[in-house]
């Protein structure tokens, strides 16, 4: 039971580059999270899932894209990288009747 | 008004003592509270829930005043092990699921 991974753990990016986040849960939870966080600024929800096939906007989705195509992948786009978007993202799960979240390790993204 | 505020800190506590912080939230309807920690370049994890007046785990004890609506978090006996962010969470009160957090107090416990 290997919880909630992401991929790829750090990646370096250019202006204007695409890349794709990717979340792995093995838990058969049906919500799922992306958040970042930034020095200062604590987690804050980018998109979130609450089953496969649905997704809706969090706090702060612009410049960001997902799908939920399975249950238990989540994948976070970013069609054209900015600076700004530098930042550590968490991907979360938790199930439908309960309310802790369960975080993967944390992608680090750095935009140049 | 942030729906969860915490003191940044850093609280600088020496090895041995207590302290404790609080978090204020808006929402008067949440039930239910969570404190989460938070190791430097290291994913949250779930230190403990406080359900109804307080919760205690060990040398973690949290109290949750809904008068005036804050919880509070207090480490007896601090170890350098405990150097760490800490979270403040609240669930939702609908059944969407998006929790609120506080940015998190820094905890730095020192020989």
């Known amino acids: 039971n290997a919880g909630v991974t992401q991929t790829p753990k750090f990646r370096v990016l250019k202006t204007g580059q695409s890349m794709t986040l990717l979340c792995a849960q093995d838990?058969?939870?049906?919500?799922m999270y992306w958040y970042r966080q930034d020095p200062g600024m604590g987690l804050r929800l980018i998109h979130y899932s609450v089953g496969e096939g649905t997704t809706a906007k969090g706090e702060v989705p612009d410049g960001y894209n997902v799908s939920r195509l399975k249950k238990q992948n989540f994948l976070l786009g970013l069609e054209s990288a900015a600076p700004s978007q530098t930042s550590v993202y968490f991907c979360a799960s938790r199930e439908g009747h309960r309310e802790t979240q369960y975080f993967g390790p944390g992608t680090r993204l750095l935009v140049l | 008004r942030k729906e969860v505020e915490q003191d940044p800190g850093p609280f600088n506590v020496p090895e041995g003592a207590t302290v404790a912080f609080n978090c204020t939230y808006s929402?008067?309807?949440?039930?239910?509270f969570f404190w989460y920690r938070q190791d430097c370049r290291k994913e949250p994890k779930l230190l403990m829930s406080v359900y109804s007046s307080g919760n205690e785990d060990g040398r973690f004890t949290a109290q949750l005043n809904r008068a005036s609506q804050y919880i509070s978090l207090l480490i007896r006996d601090s170890k350098l092990s405990d150097s760490a962010t800490y979270l403040c969470v609240v669930p939702p009160t609908d059944s969407w699921g998006k929790l609120q957090f506080g940015a998190g107090t820094q905890v730095v416990v020192t020989p």
């Open positions: 838990m058969n939870h049906e919500y």
């Open positions: 929402n008067s309807a949440s039930q239910s």
